[in-house]
């Protein structure tokens, strides 16, 4: 059995620990609000975005058409999609299982020839590749430190100019989506090339009216489009890495109370035992005493 110093240095150790977990799981539900509402009004938006998308790059222009022209699939361009700092449960490691299984399921040949590249973005996302030898991209890994639309904007041109000069054949994005605190979707998707819109009743078509014309519409909307889509995907992988970590701190918080609750039944236990023991010697001596 422990002595009652090292249990009584125990219950100190966690209650020190039970006090971070509270104070990470404030700052993660202070982080979770803004996110959510970014990520909420965000997403009508983004919807109709991808929709255009999806309309116009039917539409193949001279010149423009490389957004949706499919090519033989040789070079592989993966967005995984991270977070910065651990302590946030499965989050990272879902993304990282996603990304490695797509590789092995799909690009398993490419990645054979190491012409499946990743471009990470989070430090845990850049770490882990790095670490597995896989051809890594870091230009935009920290890119969570100043989110913003503008710096999201950049990425995703990096991206479209690699794509347009034939740098990679296809592209597609590894992200968790926000479903709620506790509950976050895996989402594998291909941002290049756009594919085209699957028109399941006549109703659903759309005809555009096109001004000034076709071509300067085109040109504008579809890169537009494809960095506000980017731009969903982190705000939803933000969002979804506050409820994770916020989620992981409550049950870290619920662990240490239960945790105390042992260690200070086995410290009662201990105290409880070294006073029977001191009781018991008194009695011995003076029995002893009294037999002398």
Known sequence: MASLKEVKSRISSVMSTQQITKAMKMVAAAKLRKSQERIIQMRPFAKKMNSLLHNLSAAQTDGQDWYS??????????????SDRGLCGSFNSSVFKATIKLIEEKYQLQNQKKKVT?????????????????????????????????????????????FHTGEFDKIEIVFNEFKNVATQILRTEQWLPVLPTVVEKKAEETDYIYQPNREEIISGLIPKSLKVQLFKALLES?????????????KATENAGELLKDLRLTYNRTRQAAITKEILEIVAGAEALKSA
């Open 118 to 162: 990743i471009f990470p973005i989070g430090k845990k996302s850049a770490e882990f590749f790095t670490k597995r030898n896989f051809p890594v991209i870091k230009d935009y890994a920290t890119i969570f430190q100043d989110l913003s639309f503008e710096k999201v904007s950049e990425a995703a041109q990096f991206l479209m100019d690699h």
């Open 69 to 82: 022209a499919a090519r033989e699939e040789n070079k592989i361009l993966i967005v995984a999609i991270s």
């Open 238 to 250: 933000s969002a979804s890495e506050n409820g994770a970590r916020m989620t992981a701190m409550d």
